[in-house]
């Protein structure tokens, strides 16, 4: 039996990389609001040095934000509108049609629910529809109490929310004079990657970023690329039924004045500066371990230990895959050779 193929095109996902002061401002909302991991962020230090400066209404709306996980909502609405401007955004997110507008914010779940979603977004005006939705969510980080402020909270009042903060917090943030340097390395960051070859994406993707790893998935056609400094040293993923949003941590090449020692080998040393990560790393040389077991060990409470884990995996001493935590070896063999690379080339310009 012979089988007759009739000849199709190749069908790719697009690939593109976007980037605008509205994506730094909503990224740095997202982190300065991301409680459990935000002492990871290389920006926290600037951030709580410069608190005292932040206006009493951008204090209670980062609070808002930081209970609700509305960030997420923000991060959602700038991908539908691609908005280059705070003035931008607000009347984009305002044309929005109510059912588009819902539809944008409520996070996808998979295929199987999906007319589920769709049919919430029309129901905006029922808080029980949200509730429902939320259900599909129990356990999660904070999706499900995020499905559940969109029910009670009105579109007025959300939209006010999230353009006010970004106003505020663009206010706040721009005072600091690396503002204008961050936009300039952004923007030459889109354009250095400007033309990317959607025939091979995982390898661009890697390439751009510097090493993230994507696996395809179902549904995905595009995929944003999108580089940022608030959010240094991780890589954020988010998806919605279509796209899939991979923020990329800027090098220290494209934001340090010569000389200046890179982030990553400061971050590294402030993280083997501390006795009990030097010991849970000691013993992870030795073989990967579990919170469980970690916890057991060293007997300290797994949020203690979590915290200082979290510390050695954003140097990139750790890594952790299905809850099992192991060295990342390759980073630490290669530590010293950073440190004497970074000493060497001061010693050879002296």
């Not at 401002?25 to 962020?41: M, S, V």
């Not at 005072?175 to 923007?187: H, I």
Request: glycine share 4%.
């Amino acid at each position: 039996m012979k089988n007759i193929h009739s000849p199709h095109s190749q069908e790719t996902v697009n690939l593109s990389i976007e980037s605008s002061p509205i994506w730094e401002l909503a990224l740095g909302i997202a982190g300065y609001t991301y409680a459990k991991l935000r002492h990871t962020f290389e920006q926290d230090e600037q951030w709580t040095n410069r608190k005292s400066l932040m206006t009493v209404s951008l204090e209670n709306n980062l609070d808002k934000i930081e209970q609700t996980n509305l960030w997420y909502g923000m991060i959602m609405l700038q991908n539908k509108v691609s908005a280059s401007s705070i003035g931008e955004f607000s009347v984009k997110v305002s044309e929005l049609p109510s059912t588009v507008f819902y539809e944008t914010l409520l996070p996808y779940k998979n295929r199987s629910y999906e007319s589920h979603r769709t049919e919430t977004a029309k129901c905006y005006e029922q808080p029980d529809a949200f509730y429902q939705y939320a259900s599909l969510f129990k356990g999660h980080d904070y999706l499900e109490g995020y499905v559940r402020t969109l029910g009670s909270i009105s579109r007025d009042e959300l939209h006010s929310l999230l353009t006010d903060t970004l106003s505020e917090w663009y206010n706040w943030l721009s005072q600091n004079t690396d503002w204008e340097k961050w936009m300039q390395a952004l923007s030459f960051e889109k354009k250095q990657h400007g033309l990317l070859d959607n025939q091979k994406p995982l390898e661009e993707i890697e390439r751009v970023t510097r090493g993230a790893k994507y696996v395809p998935e179902p549904s995905v056609w595009n995929i944003k690329l999108i580089p940022h400094v608030s959010y240094r040293p991780w890589i954020l993923e988010q998806k919605t039924t279509d796209t899939k949003l991979i923020f990329y941590p800027l090098t220290d090449e494209a934001l340090l004045e010569p000389g200046s020692p890179p982030n990553e080998l400061v971050r590294g040393h402030k993280a083997l500066g501390d006795e009990l990560r030097l010991k849970v790393l000691y013993q992870l040389m030795r073989g990967p371990l579990s919170l469980q077991e970690l916890t057991i060990q060293f007997n300290v409470s797994k949020t203690t230990l979590h915290h200082q884990l979290s510390l050695l995996k954003a140097a990139k001493f750790v890594k952790v895959d299905k809850g099992i935590y192991s060295a990342n070896t390759h980073h630490i063999h290669s530590f010293s050779n950073q440190l004497q690379h970074y000493l060497g080339e001061k010693t050879n310009e002296e």
